[in-house]
Every structure is written in C-alpha cells, then in structure tokens.
C-alpha cells in the first residue's frame, strides 16, 4: 500500500514535533521496513537509550518522547497525571499522525506497561505488541520479587565494592522529588540492570552517564497510585504479542515474562539467557532477531 504524502512526511528521519491535545509530542524516525513505535521506561527516563540501530536496519523506528520527558510537552498537573490511559492517548495520537494502516508497538519496562494497556484498549491499527522487560502486575507481589531478585544480585556481587553504592540508590527511590533525584538513582541503580555490569564496565559506564530523566510521580492527576494488574484482561488480547525477557533482570524478570506469555492468546516468548533489563543492548542480534521475526511473521499489509 503506497504511502501517502503526509505519511511519507511524518515518517521522514529525524526529529519530528506535533500538538496533540494541547501539549507538544515529539518523536524520532529512523530506519526503513515496517513501522515499529517505540516507548521508553520509566516512567520519566528519555528516549535515548532504547535506540536500535540493529532494528532500524529491517524496520522504521519511531522513537516515542514520551510526554513530560525531553521537550515534549508537559501536562498542567506536572509531575502527576501520566497514567497509561494518558500515555495511549498519545500514542494514539502519534499512530493517528503518521496516517499508516498498521503500525507495531514495542514497549520497554514501564513502556510495556503502556503497550499493553494500549492493545487492551486500542488494538485498532495495531499489527502487533512486543512487550519487553514487561509485567502483568505492579504493586506489593510485583515489588516482592524485585526485591527477591535484587538480594540475588547482591549475593552474587558481594564482593563488589561498588555494591554499597548501588543497593544505596534502590533505598533512595521512595523519596524521589526532583528531575535530579531521579537522574541520581536512575543511574545509580543502573549496574543492577546488566547481566554482567562490572564484567565490561567501560562499554555499560557509557550507558549509564548517558540516561537522561525526568521526575514523573507515577500517581494520576489527583495524586493516587496507578496500581496495575492485567490479568484478566490479558487474555482477551487479540493483538499478536511477543514477550521478550532476560534470563538476569531483576525488575521485570523470568517470572513475568513467563505468566504475560501464559496469559496472552498465541504469544511468543523469547528469554534473553545473557542480559538484564537491557537485552538490546546486551545481546543486541539475538533481540533484533526476535522482533524482525516477529514482524515479519506477522505483517498483513505491504508497505
């Protein structure tokens, strides 16, 4: 299907900046193939560190700013009020702007959570989800094993001086007030979220002083908690989905990865047996092959 003069425009590379609802949205394009949206975690971390560029060599790669974060727009109830409902809207917007029949959505941490809320509540236009570093639930059972599987880090690194440090920064995030706090222990944390941080810390140190971020309270715009739990929505999914995990991430870990799959009609999992949280960066060939597979093996329209 041959795309139209103002798709062929919102699709050029580059960085691209449209009103929506009020507030500014901006993303970036590029690659070439079918086009894949892309929305960073967090909530609050920039867009930056989620680029592919293995991806962009078989898929056009929309790299979502994500309201509140870079120079997209924030909302007037700022830091509050970024709920998935809020977050779909926009994508929706974002879809609605390119002017393409089908798009795919690919969300990471947090992300995942608004991509799977998305396909829940707006498939239409969807040609697939992948769900990456993703979970059916948040709260008190989510925050139970991420704590499980933070002592497990810690066991394994106990001999690390820089331990201390790190396992510091996961105790600062319950008092977080500011875009700096919230920089601090986003890279602070960061070590725990390699397979093997400390094992090529020269190449992962690059990643970790270039995240960016922005306070974003994660409470709705009356200041109550969005508590999260899918699961009797998950297999209602008509979507095609792909969960991808690592085999060491302690937020979103193995667990999760497997009950989204066990929840989702047909999905497909894929376990990154040498990464963390960060498997496109980690194990970046395997996790390019898993999606360009994905979409490959799922496209409806020729583009």
Not at 38 to 49: M, R, V
Not at 82 to 94: C, H, K, P
Not at 158 to 169: F, G, M
Not at 241 to 254: E, H, N, W, Y
Request: with cysteine; net charge negative; proline share 6%.
């Amino acid at each position: 299907m041959a795309q139209s003069h103002k798709s062929s425009e919102a699709l050029r590379h580059g960085v691209h900046a449209f009103e929506s609802d009020g507030v500014t949205q901006r993303y970036h394009v590029y690659g070439s193939g079918p086009v894949c949206l892309a929305h960073p975690g967090g909530p609050g971390i920039h867009w930056e560190y989620l680029r592919s560029p293995e991806l962009e060599e078989h898929l056009t790669m929309v790299y979502v700013e994500a309201l509140g974060t870079g120079d997209s727009g924030r909302l007037p109830t700022h830091p509050h009020g970024y709920t998935r409902e809020r977050y779909s809207i926009a994508l929706q917007r974002i879809i609605d702007h390119l002017g393409i029949p089908e798009v795919y959505l690919l969300g990471h941490s947090h992300g995942a959570f608004v991509a799977a809320y998305h396909a829940i509540h707006r498939p239409a236009g969807l040609a697939g989800v992948i769900l990456y570093e993703g979970a059916p639930v948040t709260g008190p059972e989510h925050g139970a094993e991420a704590t499980r599987r933070l002592q497990e880090f810690a066991a394994a690194h106990a001999d690390r001086p820089e331990l201390t440090d790190v396992l510091a920064a996961f105790g600062a995030m319950q008092d977080i007030s500011s875009d700096a706090q919230t920089l601090a222990v986003a890279r602070g944390v960061l070590p725990s979220y390699f397979a093997d941080y400390w094992g090529d810390e020269k190449r992962w140190a690059q990643v970790r002083d270039a995240v960016r971020a922005t306070y974003i309270s994660g409470l709705d715009a009356l200041g109550t908690p969005e508590l999260i739990d899918d699961r009797a929505d998950l297999p209602k999914l008509t979507v095609p989905a792909l969960v991808i995990v690592g085999r060491f991430d302690i937020i979103c870990g193995p667990r999760w990865g497997r009950e989204l799959n066990d929840l989702i009609p047909g999905s497909r999992l894929v376990v990154l047996e040498n990464s963390g949280h960060l498997g496109h960066l980690e194990e970046s060939e395997l996790f390019t092959d898993a999606v360009r597979n994905f979409v490959h093996s799922t496209r409806r329209f020729s583009r």
